[in-house]
């Protein structure tokens, strides 16, 4: 074993059920197993903060979505003397967009790390490659199960060969012998078995439209479908996949010949069944899968195989050891099927082939493969990257920012909309809703999802509640927006102010940019485009303002897209035109006051100056935040919004209360946009001055946010708190919170990678 005294492996880990549960737990099992004085554990993910009982060979819970528990299982791998780890990586599994939240823990540790790529994509996503390129990066070795796995590091991603490891996937070590089928129920029964999670991607519904043919000529034969529904599958359509096989069958009249399991399945079922059947078959739908571990089980065992010809069962079962299908042929599953059980000596032949290959796949075997891999990237790392640990200071990893909750905003909401206002953190019913806040809830939704989230059934079903309310508002007669509505659903007049109008255009410009379901994209972008064109004719700044942050938005997805480009240029020009007309160089400003939302006026001239080209914008959107910063700061360093109780005239005195949320929310929105464009590091503290007024930094040293009910309280007085928890405030934080995330981990990755 050399140097390697302690692995740790990062995956998922049973009870969780689906492969990657299964793999990580034989995979350290069999490590164990086969090298009694290496001492490997497990580092397991904790799906959606739910407590489970683990085995003891785990040692560590990672929250998926919660970024700063992978930067504590750095720390406490860093710590604890491990000599290298092992990461089993697949989408979906590690929380942040694209499973971003993992790099944060690999950037930081001090071993080397291999990593398994269970699934590697020829066409990923922007955020998919950027997240598998620095995992590429950050890793000693890289393992595939597949010679096309390989080829698809070299040739996406570009790794070089001498860096990729070829495993085959492991199969269990105990021996598939042929089981009594009565044991099973299935006494006298040709059986034909599907196992693994259920999905629309597994192509059941094509092995059952075969059983007619089948059974015309096998009428003993019995599909049995093996496996409960994926959850993540679950979580989105329920059980509607299942049901859709469940009636196809009946309608076929094979419904007397089809078995369904749903159920999980332990390691010692699967060897039952899979001991029992005759014939297994992979009928699955994508073509690019290079890995599956139900398929490596059935070949390990010695089954006679048929599939469709998706990569990893090309490779798999070449020379014999299979039969492959076209996609998508019931007539050629039945053919094949009826053939193989009518003919023992092909089908016979076909087990021995599987079964002679599977010797190299068996558990043992495999685990020897990898601590050969776990050597070598130890040395190479030895000469390579040689480091020495230091524990991170504050100045280098900073305070750790809290979790979106949105357990307020669910208690705000009903099945109209949001609430505007509350009593203490109480819904108050007789102030109704507005547009405005809905807006507001709408874009936080966009950024939650675009961030990625564990609770992606809330916020969709959030986003659709707000985007209705949205579209409601919609006065297609006026092509403008109403604001105010009555608790009793009542609209209180035929048409809303300008800035809500704006606003709603940047919330929709926001959606067709960030969000990930095609239908709210294209209802959202309908409204955007019937609501952009009244916003010509308005007059007020902050209106041109929010309007021209949603086509910012926008052009994220359709950037060239020149009706809503010119549009944006003209509001950017009069916006411009009218910082020229009124500034100074002792007020620097748009307006003779400063009063409500004032960063967004400066926030889109820097964005629209950003994608316009237009240097003379840019300049004039970062000079009047500046200016903006100086003047909202206390005395003792503070932020100190300007007041709502008189604002602040040109000449006279500027107020200093009421502070606003909606103030410093804006704040930290400009000063991010000004270090996004400028790079410029004092852009970023302004921002944290600005967030750090929610959290007690300011007038009073006391937190706006409540974190026990994740509401935000409505502003500051002189003397005390507004202890309401309002739409808009509990609002204004969480998308402050969300975009300070974003940065955070923006700015985490830059310093990895510098």
């Avoid at 007397?256 to 009928?283: C, G, K, N």
């Avoid at 307020?408 to 203490?424: I, K, N």
Wanted: hydrophobic share 40%.
């Amino acid at each position: 074993m050399g140097a390697i005294r302690t692995i740790a492996i990062l995956g998922n880990h049973a009870p969780r059920q689906c492969g990657i549960a299964t793999f990580t737990t034989d995979l350290s099992d069999s490590i164990a197993g086969e090298f009694p004085d290496l001492d490997c554990f497990v580092l397991a993910m904790n799906d959606a903060g739910r407590h489970h009982q683990y085995p003891a060979r785990v040692r560590f819970e990672i929250a998926e979505s919660d970024a700063a528990s992978y930067r504590r299982a750095a720390d406490f791998l860093n710590v604890n003397d491990v000599d290298l780890v092992c990461v089993q990586h697949e989408y979906g599994i590690f929380g942040g967009k694209a499973g971003s939240h993992v790099l944060a823990l690999l950037r930081e540790l001090r071993m080397p790390i291999v990593t398994t790529l269970h699934t590697i994509l020829a066409e990923p996503t922007p955020a998919q490659r950027a997240a598998m390129d620095e995992i590429t990066q950050l890793s000693e070795r890289l393992v595939v199960m597949s010679a096309h796995g390989a080829a698809l590091l070299r040739d996406v991603h570009g790794v070089p060969e001498r860096k990729i490891d070829l495993i085959p996937h492991g199969i269990p070590n105990s021996p598939f012998a042929t089981r009594s089928k009565d044991q099973l129920g299935l006494e006298g029964k040709f059986v034909i078995l599907t196992f693994g999670l259920l999905s629309p991607d597994k192509g059941i519904e094509h092995v059952i439209d075969a059983l007619p043919a089948i059974l015309a000529h096998h009428p003993e034969a019995v599909y049995v479908v093996l496996g409960a529904t994926h959850p993540h599958v679950k979580e989105r359509q329920g059980e509607t996949y299942r049901l859709m096989l469940e009636l196809r069958a009946q309608r076929l009249g094979v419904d007397s010949s089809i078995i369904f399991h749903d159920r999980f399945v332990s390691q010692a079922e699967v060897v039952e069944f899979l001991s029992a059947a005759d014939i297994y078959i992979t009928p699955y739908l994508k073509p690019e899968q290079i890995t599956s571990g139900t398929l490596a089980y059935a070949v390990g065992a010695g089954k006679a195989v048929i599939s469709t010809p998706y990569l990893y069962a090309q490779e798999l079962l070449v020379d014999g050891r299979g039969i492959l299908v076209p996609w998508r042929d019931p007539q050629a599953i039945a053919r094949e099927v009826v053939d193989l059980l009518g003919n023992d000596a092909k089908r016979l032949a076909l087990c021995e082939r599987a079964a002679e290959y599977g010797r190299n796949m068996r558990w043992p075997v495999v685990a020897s493969r990898y601590v050969e891999s776990f050597e070598q990237a130890r040395t190479e790392h030895a000469q390579r990257r040689r480091t020495v640990f230091h524990a991170k200071t504050l100045a280098k990893r900073p305070a750790e920012l809290p979790e979106i909750n949105l357990e307020h905003v669910r208690l705000m909401s009903d099945q109209t909309g949001m609430l505007q206002h509350a009593a203490f953190d109480v819904p108050r019913y007789d102030d109704g809703y507005c547009l405005d806040d809905n807006a507001r809830a709408l874009l936080l939704m966009a950024l939650v999802e675009d961030a990625g989230t564990d609770d992606g059934k809330v916020v969709r079903g959030l986003a659709s509640r707000y985007l209705a309310f949205v579209s409601h508002a919609f006065n297609p007669e006026r092509g403008r927006f109403r604001n105010f509505m009555s608790y009793s659903r009542q609209w209180l007049e035929d048409c809303g102010s300008e800035d809500s109008h704006g606003r709603a255009v940047w919330a929709l410009g926001t959606v067709v940019g960030r969000s990930g379901v095609p239908g709210k994209q294209s209802l959202g972008g309908e409204l955007f485009h019937a609501a952009l064109p009244s916003i010509a004719a308005f007059t007020s700044p902050r209106a041109w303002a929010y309007a021209l942050l949603g086509i910012d938005e926008y052009l994220r997805a359709f950037q060239g897209d020149s009706s809503v480009q010119a549009i944006g240029t003209v509001l950017a020009e009069r916006l411009l035109n009218l910082f020229r007309r009124v500034s100074d160089s002792k007020w620097p400003w748009f307006e003779d006051r400063v009063t409500y939302s004032n960063a967004r006026l400066s926030q889109a001239l820097i964005v629209s100056g950003t994608w316009m080209g237009h240097e003379e914008m840019q300049t004039a959107g970062t000079r009047s935040l500046q200016w903006l910063a100086e003047i909202q700061c206390s005395e003792t360093g503070d932020f100190a919004p300007i007041g709502s109780n008189g604002f602040y005239r040109r000449g006279a005195r500027k107020a200093l209360f009421d502070q606003q949320p909606v103030e410093a929310c804006a704040m930290v929105s400009g000063c991010l946009a000004a270090s996004r464009m400028t790079g410029d590091a004092q852009w970023a503290q302004h921002a944290r001055r600005a967030f750090g007024w929610f959290l007690g930094q300011n007038h009073l040293q006391q937190s706006l946010y409540d974190a026990t009910t994740g509401g935000c309280r409505d502003g500051i007085h002189a003397d005390r708190m507004n202890e309401n928890q309002g739409a808009e405030s509990t609002l204004s934080f969480l998308l402050t919170l969300s975009e300070m995330r974003s940065a955070a981990r923006t700015a985490s990755t830059l310093q990895e990678t510098a």
